[in-house]
């Protein structure tokens, strides 16, 4: 299902024992979550019933353990697994573990479990076992009809009106940046005013024109080790208006891409791309892309305010860091 289908499902009072929430866009991940979140715990206090767990950290006992713990003041207990397909995961049989979580949860009203993976083998018998029904697919929007559906779309979740051509100029100034794109349309509807609609004018007076285009240049500069090159590009990002947060989350997309290649997976993408990609994770062992992640949350922890560092310093520093 999509995650428009999820919202319709949960609004309907329905909350399945289990969720694989799978995509490559991260913002789609965390709204299908917050979804299950608010729907399982019913705005409870959340602290004792909310258990997050690192598929590169947890053992399956522990897994098992945290599915079959009573609730403690929400109605339901919510247990959060992400990437269980890690190498350090597969050692450890983990997946075996999310088969025996999920056998023990059918009928259980006490628990809800959601898995969260940027990919998954679809052949493997740990994600048979949730069944096509209780799929979350967040995979981002492509240029074209479903890019436009999604800006319409999230206009109307945050009640604002917009019209075609004000959609069709946010696509192709924005591109299929989910996070930039919802703080684009927020911007915009502050140009049209109190309960006016978004138009084109509204939307050229308040995007700048950053589409995918400079992100790539971006990731490839740093992918190729072209650090001087990597920060002009960021500078001229951040002059132009795009916000740090959506930076960072092309940041997190290329190298988890460059992660998944280098560990033998595959990406989806046109053949040019790919073998770009391909060319850049040669540069990095998986000791160093690891290590490039870690770097990535650092600096999103920063961009939320630890450590009282200026969200541009913050992006330089980072830059730094992954292309050298």
């Not at 079959?68 to 339901?76: D, H, I, K, Q, W």
């Not at 993976?117 to 096509?132: E, L, M, P």
Request: proline share 5%; with cysteine.
């Amino acid at each position: 299902m999509t995650l428009d289908d999820l919202r319709a499902e949960l609004d309907a009072g329905q909350v399945r024992s289990s969720y694989l929430v799978v995509g490559a866009e991260p913002l789609l991940r965390d709204d299908a979550l917050e979804a299950i979140r608010r729907a399982a715990l019913a705005e409870d206090p959340s602290d004792f019933d909310y258990e997050r767990l690192d598929g590169e950290t947890v053992t399956g006992a522990a897994l098992l353990d945290a599915v079959g713990t009573l609730p403690v003041l929400a109605p339901r207990r919510l247990v959060v697994l992400r990437e269980p397909e890690s190498a350090r995961a597969r050692a450890r049989g983990l997946t075996d573990s999310i088969c025996e979580a999920l056998v023990a949860l059918k009928g259980n009203r006490d628990s809800v479990l959601v898995v969260l993976a940027d990919k998954v083998d679809g052949r493997s018998r740990w994600v048979k076992a949730f069944g096509s029904a209780a799929l979350v697919r967040c995979d981002p929007p492509k240029k074209g009809a479903a890019l436009s559906a999604f800006i319409a779309a999230e206009a109307s979740r945050q009640g604002i009106g917009i019209d075609r051509a004000a959609i069709a100029l946010l696509a192709e100034r924005t591109g299929p940046q989910l996070l930039m794109l919802r703080q684009e349309i927020a911007k915009a509807a502050l140009f049209a005013g109190p309960g006016e609609k978004v138009k084109a004018k509204h939307v050229a007076e308040s995007t700048s024109d950053v589409a995918e285009e400079p992100i790539w240049d971006l990731t490839d500069a740093i992918g190729e080790g072209r650090c001087g090159d990597a920060l002009v590009v960021l500078g001229k990002l951040l002059r132009s208006g795009s916000a740090p947060p959506a930076i960072l989350g092309a940041f997190v997309n290329h190298f988890r891409k460059l992660t998944s290649l280098r560990n033998g997976g595959v990406v989806a993408g046109p053949p040019f791309a790919i073998r770009k990609l391909e060319g850049q994770s040669g540069r990095f062992s998986p000791g160093r892309l690891l290590s490039c992640l870690a770097a990535i949350h650092q600096t999103d922890l920063a961009l939320k305010g630890a450590g009282g560092i200026a969200p541009e310093l913050a992006l330089e520093r980072l830059v730094i860091a992954l292309s050298s």
